[in-house]
């Protein structure tokens, strides 16, 4: 008897379209005027940009006095926003090198967003420690570069420095990685897009793209190097951040715990941002065929793992503070969860540890309004993990004449603002510009799946 | 005379059992074109493996070299500062830019090489084998003689579930 051979696996892509559909889906948008929606979300974006880039600019020609940092808080809100933004940048490398080299195939639709969100991301990151510099026009001096100095060598053996090399590398990869993968939907847009300005563009950047078979051979070679490249990256990435509190002897930094324990948080902060952005797209940009609630639950799946991750990481810690038997360890930790930042804490410990427990329910992880919140509040619990392991470690000293309370004024809020402004803007610029789902990877599972 | 016949498939299934059928009868496949990367036509056309590794490899080690010797050369021959008391190739702290240099020209490199033997950005204008072989149009381009070779190709594409066009314009 020959039976139908039953597949077991429901489909990524629903409705199975055909090739052209595809194309169409992803590419409508982008022949079409922006909307209200949009445009509104445009507006917003741009105000904040600017009401930071006024808060930046009153800074650098104040000086650093402007910020809330003190003799014992000398990094407060300024690294907080830095170790965010490169944290969330995190999800994209993991979805478009990791889940490649495991052969995941729910990640051909998501990959291309959570790229662009990565590199704008780190944009946004990259701010933070030129904006601290305080005189920002002399930041090529972090670079080892000849100069009349002596050659006076920048100090190799800084964790800052470290940080420097690795995020630079990071942009660079990650910027080459998601223009590669772009070339060939960016061909298809210049075929279908109308003679004028805007077909010549993408004509330009699609450098002549032909679909030759020898072509996709190397390109398929090129795409898992870079993968292969992008894995370890992504991971050293966050574990030399980590190094700049972890190579100090601070209490409440100085361990060996926060390589991994930051990577963890890294992923699940980006993941979380992921989330967020793609349940607007989707709904927005009407593809909800191609970004299923299967691929948000499999995006949930991470959060709730990351989650866990980043909560035994936490428990950790409490537990050698209190057994490792070194008093100041024990103090700061005791400062951290009943001192007066304990608020802090306690947000965090919800955010990151108990509220991604939910997702352990199929329905609450199907459900897309119970995402939504909880993805917002892994962005926010996230962003108060670095605050608390910043300032908690810091504001009170070994010196107990030295303890003082931090308080951002508001040039330091309205540059946090900005940042938001600056990784929205790219984003909504994205969504009209790109194509924001990479189809010709979405057309190669769709066509897997529609074998007999 | 010889010329070149463009077939076009409506699947990859199809497409890839045509590629097999011609070659077995000795045609020569020019190339094929197609929207996405058809997994297994590199090895229906017995083409062989990229050598894009071996740059990986030589820019990778290419920027650890410079990366060690650069460290190594300032931090103890040009200008040995005590830091924090560290001996002046205190090597384990040059480990983690050594790294990261490591893989960022390797993959520049690779990209590199990658855009130069595809001769990407060489010509802006491509000469496309179907106007939508970016969309939909899974195309293979033969070499063909005309005459009675010709016939036999066309029947046997036809066969195949082909639908053979003209030869690319432009």
């Known amino acids: 008897m020959a039976a139908e051979p039953l597949s077991l696996r429901l489909p990524?892509?629903?409705?199975?379209?055909?090739?052209?559909?595809?194309?169409?889906?992803?590419?409508?948008?982008?022949?079409?005027?922006?909307?209200?929606?949009?445009?509104?979300?445009?507006?917003?974006?741009?105000?904040?940009?600017?009401?930071?880039?006024?808060?930046?600019?009153?800074?650098?020609?104040?000086g650093i006095g402007t910020w809330g940092l003190n003799r014992s808080v000398g990094w407060a809100f300024d690294i907080t926003n830095f170790v965010f933004w490169i944290g969330i940048g995190h999800a994209g490398t993991l979805i478009s090198a990791i889940l490649m080299l495991?052969?995941?195939?729910?990640?051909?639709?998501i990959s291309r967003s959570a790229e662009g969100m990565t590199i704008f991301a780190v944009m946004c990151a990259g701010l933070f420690p030129l904006i601290h510099m305080g005189r920002p026009w002399f930041a090529f001096w972090v670079f080892p570069y000849p100069n009349s100095r002596g050659p006076l060598w920048v100090n190799f053996r800084s964790p800052l420095l470290w940080?420097?090399?690795?995020?630079?590398?990071?942009?660079?990869?990650?910027?080459?990685?998601?223009?590669?993968?772009?070339?060939?939907?960016?061909?298809?847009?210049?075929d279908r897009t109308a003679p004028g300005l805007r077909k010549r563009l993408y004509g330009l950047v699609s450098l002549g793209w032909d679909g030759s078979r020898r072509t996709w051979s190397r390109y398929e070679t090129l795409s898992l190097i870079l993968a292969g490249l992008a894995t370890p990256l992504v991971v050293s990435v966050h574990s030399i951040v980590s190094m700049d509190f972890a190579t100090s002897v601070i209490p409440g930094w100085h361990t060996t715990l926060f390589p991994p324990y930051f990577v963890a948080g890294a992923v699940f902060s980006g993941f979380g941002m992921v989330q967020t952005l793609l349940i607007v797209t989707r709904r927005v940009m009407a593809l909800e065929r191609y970004i299923t609630v299967r691929h948000l639950?499999?995006?949930?799946?991470?959060?709730?793992?990351?989650?866990?991750?980043?909560?035994?990481?936490?428990?950790?810690?409490?537990?050698?503070a209190w057994y490792g038997g070194n008093p100041y360890e024990r103090a700061a930790f005791w400062n951290r969860a009943m001192g007066p930042y304990a608020w802090a804490y306690w947000t965090m410990m919800t955010c990151n540890l108990f509220v991604p427990q939910l997702l352990w329910w199929r329905r609450l992880r199907t459900s897309v309004p119970v995402l939504f919140v909880i993805s917002l509040l892994v962005n926010v619990g996230m962003w108060f993990e670095r605050f608390v392991?910043?300032?908690?470690?810091?504001?009170r000293d070994f010196l107990p004449s030295s303890w003082t309370m931090y308080h951002p004024t508001?040039?330091?809020?309205?540059?946090?603002?900005?940042?938001?402004?600056?990784?929205?803007?790219?984003?909504?610029?994205?969504?009209?510009?790109?194509?924001?789902?990479?189809?010709?990877?979405?057309?190669?599972?769709?066509?897997g799946e529609a074998k007999p | 005379m010889s010329g070149t016949l463009v077939a076009r498939f409506a699947g990859e299934t199809e497409l890839l059992a045509a590629v097999r059928a011609v070659r077995e009868r000795g045609f020569r496949v020019l190339d094929v074109f197609t929207p996405y990367a058809v997994h297994g036509l590199d090895e229906a056309l017995a083409a062989p493996r990229s050598r894009l590794p071996w740059i990986t490899l030589a820019g990778g080690l290419a920027g650890l070299a410079a990366a060690v010797g650069l460290q190594v050369w300032a931090a103890v021959v040009d200008w040995p500062l005590d830091v924090g008391g560290k001996p002046a190739n205190s090597a384990l702290a040059f480990l983690p830019i050594s790294f990261e240099l490591t893989i960022l020209l390797g993959g520049l490199a690779t990209a590199g090489a990658f855009?130069?033997?595809?001769?990407?950005?060489?010509?802006?204008?491509?000469?496309?084998a179907a106007p939508d072989v970016t969309d939909d149009a899974l195309v293979m381009v033969l070499a063909v003689d005309c005459g009675e070779e010709e016939t036999a190709l066309r029947e046997l594409l036809s066969a195949a579930g082909a639908r053979i066009g003209e030869e690319p314009t432009a």
Do not use: N
Not at chain 1, 164 to 185: Q, R
Not at chain 1, 310 to 319: A, D, Q, S
Not at chain 1, 416 to 438: D, E, K, M, N, Q
């Open chain 1, 297 to 320: 639950e499999a995006m949930a799946k991470i959060l709730l793992l990351t989650g866990s991750l980043v909560g035994f990481c936490y428990l950790t810690e409490l537990f050698l």
């Open chain 1, 163 to 190: 940080d420097v090399v690795a995020i630079s590398t990071y942009f660079t990869i990650s910027f080459v990685f998601w223009y590669v993968g772009m070339i060939p939907d960016l061909a298809t847009l210049r």
């Open chain 1, 102 to 109: 495991f052969r995941q195939k729910w990640r051909t639709s």
């Open chain 1, 389 to 395: 392991i910043i300032v908690t470690s810091l504001h």
């Open chain 1, 12 to 62: 990524w892509v629903e409705g199975s379209p055909s090739l052209r559909q595809i194309t169409d889906d992803v590419c409508r948008p982008l022949a079409t005027r922006p909307s209200a929606s949009w445009l509104a979300c445009f507006a917003v974006a741009l105000a904040a940009l600017g009401f930071g880039a006024v808060s930046a600019g009153y800074e650098v020609m104040t």
């Open chain 1, 410 to 447: 508001w040039v330091e809020v309205g540059i946090l603002i900005g940042s938001f402004g600056l990784f929205f803007t790219l984003f909504l610029l994205f969504v009209r510009t790109l194509p924001i789902i990479a189809m010709w990877e979405v057309k190669s599972v769709a066509a």
């Open chain 2, 115 to 128: 855009f130069w033997r595809s001769g990407l950005g060489r010509r802006i204008e491509p000469r496309l």
